[in-house]
T-cell receptor, first 112, second 111 residues
Framework: DAGVTQSPTHLIKTRGQQVTLRCSPISGHKSVSWYQQVLGQGPQFIFQYYEKEERGRGNFPDRFSARQFPNYSSELNVNALLLGDSALYLC???????????FGQGTRLTVV | GESVGLHLPTLSVQEGDNSIINCAYSNSASDYFIWYKQESGKGPQFIIDIRSNMDKRQGQRVTVLLNKTVKHLSLQIAATQPGDSAVYFCAENIEGNDMRFGAGTRLTVKP
């Protein structure tokens, strides 16, 4: 079975640009969560989607948005990129809310 | 791959010894806890979980202990191997919303 897949794996963007990151959950998983991990820290929660509805949001500015599609895949959008947005963006899927979550390999975003 | 956690608490053990990694969590309402292992350049890998109605759970070579009184979680790894070298994170979950991760501990296994 395929695990959580994220694309792209690496991305370089310029300040002010917009970026879209993609995540395909494990088959049968209905919950997708997004995390930001900067170097030297643990992942920080951004969003959780379950059954295509937003169920949780972390302390991130409105420049960050996400959605979940009918096939349970998800996109994370970040507008007006700042240098500080450079990080590893992780997607995790779980069968339901509050069950074991499995992470993808992440998308490494570098903002220059 | 790049290193995760350049200034993390560290634990160094000899191959074959047992390892104990500790974590203090913040919210007494947390009802679900997970330990993750993260190797350089990779996403976190699920190790073991425990719910708040339990105080101990065992997996293959790993045991998680939960002490709700002092809000403390530990991960015990038996017969630690070089492949166990990684950064270990505990995560707490409150009512199925978001997972809050600790700062992580870097485990180094010496051959």
């Amino acid at each position: 079975d395929a695990g959580v897949t994220q694309s792209p794996t690496h991305l370089i963007k310029t300040r002010g640009q917009q970026v879209t990151l993609r995540c395909s959950p494990i088959s049968g998983h209905k919950s997708v969560s997004w995390y930001q991990q900067v170097l030297g820290q643990g992942p920080q929660f951004i969003f959780q989607y379950y059954e295509k509805e937003e169920r949780g949001r972390g302390n991130f500015p409105d420049r960050f948005s996400a959605r979940q599609f009918p096939n349970y895949s998800s996109e994370l959008n970040v507008n007006a990129l700042l240098l500080g947005d450079s990080a590893l963006y992780l997607c995790a899927s779980s069968r339901f809310q509050n069950t074991e979550a499995f992470f993808g390999q992440g998308t490494r975003l570098t903002v220059v | 791959g790049e290193s995760v956690g350049l200034h993390l608490p560290t634990l160094s053990v000899q191959e074959g010894d047992n390892s104990i990694i500790n974590c203090a969590y913040s919210n007494s309402a947390s009802d679900y806890f997970i330990w993750y292992k993260q190797e350089s350049g990779k996403g976190p890998q699920f190790i073991i979980d425990i719910r708040s109605n339990m105080d101990k759970r065992q997996g293959q070579r790993v045991t998680v202990l939960l002490n709700k009184t002092v809000k403390h979680l530990s991960l015990q790894i038996a017969a630690t191997q070089p492949g166990d070298s990684a950064v270990y994170f505990c995560a707490e979950n409150i009512e199925g919303n978001d997972m809050r991760f600790g700062a992580g501990t870097r485990l180094t296994v010496k051959p």
